[in-house]
Every structure is written in C-alpha cells, then in structure tokens.
C-alpha cells in the first residue's frame, strides 16, 4: 500500500526523469547557452503558477483540482 508521499514521489520523478532532462540535451543542442536563461524564464513561470493556485485554494472553502477551480471561477459551462 502506497502512502501519500511514495505517491507525490512518484510522480514528481516520472515528470522530472521521463520530460525535462530529455529536453534539456536538445534544447542545449539547439539554442546553446541562451538554454539557461530560457530555463530560468521557465522555472518563474511555473512559480507564478504555483502561487495563482495557492492563492486560488486559500481562498475557496473546499479542496479541489484544477476541475474545481475551474467551476468556481467561470462557472458550470466551462468546466
């Protein structure tokens, strides 16, 4: 029986391992050392995201996914 964390584990190493270091070989192929800066532009992205979906989650009373938030901020027709 997996606990939360073997779970959260799993899924962050299959993301890490299976996508960005296979990208990260060709992206350095093809754009050399400007592959850095895209890496850290990249890395602000996901952290804006990051805090979009905390400040989202604190602010709705209940748990959710991506799903939930979804049909709370736009409603039944979108989501």
Known sequence: KFSLLDLVC???????????????????????????????????????SLLAY?????RLPVKGSCYRFTHHGLGEPIA
């Open 10 to 48: 799993i899924g962050v190493g299959s993301t890490v391992g299976g996508s960005v270091l296979v990208i990260a070989g060709d992206a350095a192929a093809l754009a050399g050392p400007a592959a850095i800066f895209s890496w850290v532009i990249a890395g602000f992205t996901a952290l804006f």
């Open 54 to 58: 905390m400040e989202l989650s604190a």
